[in-house]
């Protein structure tokens, strides 16, 4: 039975143990200032939890398998080093409020944390554009070659798209940033409890007031998260794509350098795009973690129900998947090649057919007639003269054309990006660091005790 209710959440949950200490810090802040702690008990409490914290970056305090979950972790290390005074440390919450306390400011911490990787992935997408800016290349609908593009162009585009994502955060945190201590199981406690007060040690800029909304949106915020994981996800799967397709031997436009490459254990000459291939994959099975979440939470009663303990999982799966595209994204990118010779051969024929038509269309012709009879002329198999790369270029200048990408616009979005970045990454660090009572950043040292189970050691995985 425990095992079943608890065994497999515990790996997942032990993720929240130094959020789990935090927000009791912020909790025993909030007793004492709606009176429910005299000022020595705040101090030992405080020094207790600060204790904990400590021992949880160690290593040293963690989960057991005897134990259900952080909260009884923390229970137990605290009552055992402060006997008497530890069991006040519950007073005026549930686990059902205190999770929820804990998932937000692991929210808070994982989603700028990855909104400063997508930052970084549109960074190095906006060098890559500017230094290949003149490269141009076929662009594509129907997967055939439809028109002039060139790499700067799609480049720019990729990190206007991942930054069109990273501007929706601030709208999601401004629900993660909101307290939902002092809600207890959802219907709030009988006791004068000064929730503002909590709210504000743990750095919080507003409450959830209505005590019952806290356990009714259990999983709706999860669920934003990772919908907005799966927005960065679909950008990424997409240029993962592209530098898979483009990167091939019959296109030859882009090229993949052997340190992102792996080989065949059969076919000598194979250079295969693994990293892009995994990056495509993870985007998908982004989706399927975003699913699992909406499920679970889907058509459930009012109030609490012990579904929700499945919510952890997916999520936190979602930002690892997330975080690891990022970063390989952003590694990757800049060590990309353009064969600019290949690239230009593929602009040839019938790529340049709407160049021929606007040309004729600037000379007086009508764009219906002129159409018509470049479309009959490429029946008939003829060539028209291309015009230059630099011709090319200078006839598309309007704003966001291959003449005028405006990359100075998007830098600028990306500074303003960052500005907020770097405001709420100060805020939320410094409501931590004043908790634990010296500056904090989390760590991701696992705070569960493993399991006495035999390894299996990896298998050799070679591709094909």
Same mark, same amino acid.
């Given at each position: ?15 929240? &143990? ?37 021992? $949880? ?12 979950? $952080? ?79 060139? $790499? ?31 809600? +207890?199981? =959802? ?6 409890? *000064? ?25 709706? &915020?999860?669920?934003?998260?990772? #919908? ?41 000459? *194979?250079?295969?795009?693994?990293? #892009? ?18 499920? $679970?939470?889907?058509? &459930? ?34 060590? &990309? ?29 009508? #764009? ?30 309007? +704003?966001?054309?291959? =003449?005028?990408? =405006? ?32 500056? #904090? ?24």
């Amino acid at each position: 039975m425990f095992d079943y209710t608890a065994g497999d959440d515990r790996p997942w949950d032990a993720r929240l &143990l130094s959020w789990d200490v935090l927000g009791s810090l912020g909790h025993v802040a909030g007793l004492r200032a709606s009176g429910l702690l005299s000022p020595r008990e705040h101090a030992r409490l405080r020094a207790g939890l600060r204790a904990a914290l400590r021992q $949880v970056e160690s290593g040293r305090l963690r989960v057991s398998p005897r134990q259900e979950d $952080v909260h009884t972790a923390l229970e137990a290390w605290l009552t055992g080093h402060l006997p008497g005074l530890g069991e006040r440390l519950h007073t005026g919450r549930s686990r059902n409020d205190q999770v929820a306390t804990d998932i937000r400011l692991y929210l808070k911490d994982r989603l700028l944390a990855l909104h400063a990787g997508a930052l970084d992935v549109a960074a190095v997408l906006l060098a890559f554009a500017a230094r290949h800016r003149t490269a141009l290349w076929p662009g594509y609908t129907h997967q055939r070659r439809a028109m002039p593009s060139s $790499v700067g162009l799609w480049a720019g585009a990729l990190a206007d798209g991942v930054l069109d994502t990273a501007d929706e955060l601030p709208a999601l945190w401004a629900r993660v940033d909101r307290s939902p201590l002092g809600s +207890a199981a =959802g219907y709030g406690v009988p006791l004068p409890l *000064k929730r503002e007060a909590a709210a504000r040690a743990l750095g919080f800029a507003g409450l959830d007031r209505n005590v019952a909304t806290v356990q009714g949106g259990r999983g709706k &915020l999860e669920a934003a998260a990772l #919908f907005w994981c799966t927005q960065l996800g679909h950008e990424l799967g997409r240029l993962a794509q592209d530098v898979i397709l483009f990167s091939a031997e019959e296109y030859g436009y882009l090229v993949l350098p052997a340190a992102l490459a792996t080989g065949s254990s059969i076919m000598p000459h *194979k250079r295969n795009p693994d990293l #892009f291939e995994l990056t495509r994959a993870r985007a998908a099975a982004l989706e399927g973690d975003l699913v699992t979440l909406w499920q $679970v939470k889907a058509k &459930l009663a009012g109030g609490y129900q012990r579904d929700f303990q499945l919510l952890k999982e997916p999520l936190m799966r979602g930002l690892d998947r997330t975080e690891a595209m990022l970063a390989i994204v952003a590694h990757a990118v800049p060590q &990309l090649g353009v064969d600019r010779a290949r690239c230009a051969a593929a602009l040839e024929g019938g790529a340049l057919a709407t160049d021929e038509v606007m040309r004729r269309v600037e000379a007086g012709q009508a #764009f219906r007639t002129a159409y018509r009879d470049v479309a009959a002329e490429l029946r008939g198999g003829a060539r028209f003269r291309a015009p230059t790369a630099r011709q090319i270029v200078a006839r598309r200048t309007s +704003a966001g054309g291959l =003449g005028n990408l =405006g990359l100075d616009l998007t830098r600028a979005r990306l500074r303003r990006a960052r500005t907020w970045q770097a405001r709420e990454r100060r805020r939320f660090d410094g409501a931590m660091s004043a908790l634990a009572g010296r500056p #904090f950043r989390p760590s991701r040292r696992p705070a569960v005790r493993p399991s006495r189970r035999p390894t299996v050691p990896p298998s050799d995985r070679p591709t094909v």
